[in-house]
């Protein structure tokens, strides 16, 4: 099928792996020639689910370039070969069971403007390939088992949360810090507030300390230093031990 354009087959009972033979797919590939592209300059109305919307286009049509292969029951891999589709503006492989890595060579689909890798069973990090898709404006990487730290730079500064929900392996903007890297923030005087709790703490004991001493060695120091205090002492001791005693003599 080298003059196929559009391949829609969503929303099917199809089950199995993706055919390796997708990537040779030559209508999707931006090696074709002027006189190539005369083939796909055809008449028609096509539908389009892109950006999370359904696009209706009745005119460029050859300029459409999508897959779909959305809401069936595939299986295994994602196939690299896809990778080579390099005039794709959308593929659509949400909702299936595919697992494995995302192709790291991924970033060669230079034209993508919609992705949706969305409801799968994909693992391992986000290619860092991705953040070169530049034409990407529309992204849907959620409930997966993807990991690690999300890309930066280029359009990933601007992807909001919800394309990544449902992987609790992910990390970095726009989601919490990763725990350990570089990304963690410093809490600006935090080192120093820390430092001025630890020594309120130290002079706190040491204070309970030194008031301990004196007021023992306050008491005890007098009887041991002056002998009149020290008989006065024993003998109130004397007294109130034997008033104690003589009270709970009465009461037994």
Same mark, same amino acid.
């Given at each position: 099928?080298?003059?196929?354009?559009? %391949?829609?087959?969503?929303?099917?009972?199809?089950?199995?792996? !993706?055919?390796?033979?997708?990537?040779?797919?030559?209508?999707?590939?931006?090696?074709?020639?002027?006189?190539?592209?005369?083939?796909?300059?055809?008449?028609?109305?096509?539908?389009?689910?892109?950006?999370?919307?359904?696009?209706?286009?009745? /005119?460029?049509?050859?300029?459409?370039?999508?897959?779909?292969?959305?809401?069936?029951?595939?299986?295994?891999?994602? $196939?690299?070969?896809?990778?080579?589709?390099?005039?794709?503006?959308?593929?659509?492989?949400?909702?299936?069971?595919?697992?494995?890595?995302?192709?790291?060579?991924?970033?060669?689909?230079?034209?993508?403007?919609?992705?949706?890798?969305?409801?799968?069973?994909?693992?391992?990090? !986000? $290619?860092?390939?991705?953040?070169?898709?530049?034409?990407?404006?529309?992204?849907?990487?959620?409930?997966?088992?993807?990991?690690?730290?999300?890309?930066?730079?280029?359009?990933?500064?601007? *992807?909001? #949360?919800? !394309?990544?929900?449902?992987?609790?392996? &992910?990390?970095?903007?726009?989601?919490?810090?990763?725990?350990?890297?570089?990304?963690? $923030?410093?809490?600006?005087?935090?080192?120093?507030?820390?430092?001025?709790?630890?020594?309120?703490?130290?002079? &706190?004991?040491?204070? !309970?300390?030194?008031? *301990?001493?004196?007021?023992?060695?306050?008491?005890?120091? /007098? %009887?041991?230093?002056?002998?009149?205090?020290?008989? #006065?002492?024993?003998?109130?001791?004397?007294?109130?031990? #034997?008033?104690?005693? #003589?009270?709970?003599?009465?009461?037994?």
């Amino acid at each position: 099928m080298p003059s196929l354009t559009d %391949l829609d087959i969503s929303r099917n009972s199809l089950n199995g792996s !993706i055919p390796l033979s997708m990537g040779n797919l030559t209508g999707f590939r931006s090696d074709l020639t002027n006189k190539d592209t005369d083939d796909y300059l055809y008449q028609g109305r096509l539908k389009v689910v892109a950006k999370g919307r359904v696009l209706e286009y009745n /005119t460029i049509l050859y300029l459409v370039n999508s897959v779909d292969l959305s809401d069936n029951n595939l299986s295994g891999e994602m $196939p690299v070969g896809l990778t080579s589709l390099t005039r794709l503006g959308t593929l659509n492989l949400s909702m299936n069971h595919l697992i494995g890595n995302i192709p790291a060579k991924i970033g060669d689909l230079e034209r993508i403007e919609t992705l949706d890798l969305s409801s799968n069973k994909f693992s391992g990090p !986000i $290619p860092q390939s991705m953040v070169s898709l530049t034409f990407l404006n529309h992204l849907n990487l959620s409930y997966n088992n993807l990991s690690g730290k999300i890309p930066t730079s280029n359009q990933f500064e601007t *992807f909001d #949360a919800s !394309i990544y929900e449902g992987n609790a392996g &992910l990390c970095g903007h726009p989601l919490p810090n990763c725990q350990g890297g570089k990304e963690t $923030p410093e809490v600006p005087g935090g080192d120093d507030e820390d430092d001025d709790s630890k020594l309120d703490k130290l002079w &706190l004991i040491f204070s !309970i300390v030194i008031g *301990f001493c004196f007021g023992f060695w306050g008491v005890c120091g /007098t %009887l041991v230093i002056k002998k009149s205090w020290r008989y #006065a002492y024993f003998n109130f001791a004397d007294k109130v031990y #034997a008033y104690v005693l #003589a009270i709970l003599k009465k009461r037994s």
